[in-house]
């Protein structure tokens, strides 16, 4: 049974959808294949998980303003990842243990039920920061029932504790938790549970000062433990990084460590932190394990505190979305990111250019343009440096081993912002993803990514490859449909 805070909560949310509904779908920059909230701002994905043949897809929502707030979790759900079914609202800030916002959290079945494990974000009549790990659960997947707080906050550490992700390990069930200790230092604790409802605190798997790491940033966030092809895997959102070169040029990053979990000591050791994404918009990924034995991951199109009320979809009432789906494999050194394969149902006829060389010349290629499309591009050879410029906004450059992504600045006019990375190897393959205003560029299948949202002129759908020195390359577009 619903409280009557939490049904005052829907009806104010949902009228704030239609009092919005045709200038938000107006919007050019609205997006064909990407989840995106009906009104105000989306964030983080949270409890990604299939169950009973279905993906849920939960995310965090602030309905009545595109700036961060008391956070709702809307719901998607799938049976393909093409066709997909914005189900009702799935939890409201309504209760005393997440008044001030249903934060991120996971999804686990168990006893034929589906459970959301979440954090409540609470704030005292002074300001200061209580955080409760909570519990909802559900017989159908589309009403929740919320259980109360499950985990509450254990000593040596601040308020800042937050994100529950939980799984089963044999017959124990696990948490791990994003925190920030007493003397602020960004830390993933774990617990465990062998009934499903007390939960022990065991302590910091890995954090910034523990063992070899170092200082590592002041908080981490969102984190995700999990084993794939015998590493154990820890996926996290660490605040308070200084940019070091090429690496951690965003506000806040995201990334994973690679090793081994003893569970027995409790900690994960482990080797160095790699970016998992290196474009502009990108951060508290999640992943899942679907009945196919994937590993599936989706990111926020989108960092905190990143010059977000810059960001033009802001005067139609909307901000933000999230990545397409990728599917995770470890290759013996590093992640890599596939687009999930159920996405080439979308695809019109393909348009195929087997050989083209540009020699020092910007040229267009016949048919290859469009603001919702996929685009492959194979490499035989590039002599000196090779660009793709899209719709007069945003260029894709690669010179002795560094790919380059620029676009203008959201907040200052006329000033040109960059991405870089250096490739482990040359330049073989690009794969870009391409809807409205956002842009997803897998290189050399998957090895590195580079998301980040875009803002072209509406009309403008031209894209333009530019060689200096002969560049040799085939390439492939098909027009993408979209969710269905």
């Known amino acids: 049974m619903l409280s009557e805070r939490d049904l005052e909560l829907r009806k104010l949310a949902n009228e704030e959808i239609e009092k919005y509904k045709d200038k938000v779908e107006a919007d050019p920059y609205r997006l064909n294949y990407h989840h995106m909230a ?63 916002g249903v934060y991120s959290g996971s999804a686990i079945a168990h006893d034929d039920h589906l459970y959301l494990f979440y954090t409540g974000n609470v704030k005292d009549e002074k300001g200061e920061r209580e955080s409760y790990q909570c519990v909802a659960v559900s017989e159908d997947g589309v009403n929740f029932e919320k259980k109360g707080v499950s985990v509450y906050l254990p000593e040596g550490y601040t308020s800042h504790f937050r994100d529950p992700k939980v799984w089963k390990e044999g017959d124990t069930w696990y948490m791990v938790v994003g925190a920030q200790s007493e003397d602020l230092q960004g830390k ?39 084993e794939l092809d015998g590493k154990h895997i820890l996926v996290v959102s660490p605040q308070g990084l200084e940019a070091e070169g090429m690496q951690f040029a965003n506000t806040y990053q995201s990334g994973y460590f690679a090793g081994s979990l003893d569970f027995e000591k409790v900690r994960l050791n482990h080797g160095d932190f ?76 393909v348009i195929l250019h087997s050989s083209i060389t540009i020699e020092n010349d910007q040229k267009a290629v016949r ?56 490739l482990a190897g040359e330049l073989k393959s690009l794969r870009l993803f391409i809807d409205h205003s956002s842009l997803e560029v897998f290189v050399n299948e998957g090895e590195e990514v580079l998301t980040s949202r875009i803002f072209p002129q509406a009309e403008d759908e031209h894209i333009l490859f530019t060689s200096l020195g002969t560049s040799t390359f085939s390439i492939e577009q098909w027009k993408l449909k979209g969710f269905q």
């Open 274 to 349: 790699r970016e998992l994404d290196r474009g502009f918009e990108f951060y508290a990924p999640q992943t899942t394990l679907d009945e196919k034995g994937r590993r599936i991951l989706i990111g926020w199109m989108g960092v905190p505190d990143q010059y977000e009320q810059a960001q033009p979809t802001i005067e139609n009432h909307w901000i933000h979305c999230l990545t397409i789906p990728r599917e995770l494999t470890w290759n013996g050194e590093q992640l890599i990111q596939t687009p999930l394969d159920e996405l080439k149902e979308m695809r019109g006829p």
């Open 367 to 422: 048919g290859i343009e469009g603001k919702s499309i996929e685009l492959n591009l194979e490499f035989d050879e590039i002599e000196n440096q090779f660009a793709i410029e899209m719709f007069q906004y945003a260029s894709l450059s690669y010179k002795d081993g560094i790919l380059t992504l620029s676009r203008p600045h959201f907040e200052e006019n006329q000033k040109t912002e960059f991405r870089r990375v250096e």
């Open 38 to 100: 009906p009104v105000g701002l989306l964030n983080d994905p949270n409890g990604f998980i299939q169950w009973k043949g279905t993906y849920h897809l939960f995310y965090q929502w602030m309905p009545f303003d595109t700036d961060h707030g008391a956070k709702f979790w809307g719901h998607y759900s799938s049976e393909d990842f093409v066709h997909w079914k914005h189900e009702d609202i799935a939890l409201t800030p309504s209760d005393w243990f997440d008044e001030n």
């Open 188 to 226: 993933a604790v774990l617990f465990k549970s062998e009934d499903f409802s007390e939960w022990e605190h065991l302590g910091v798997v890995t954090g910034s000062g523990e063992g070899n790491l170092g200082g590592f940033g002041y908080m981490w966030e969102c984190p995700d433990l999990f």
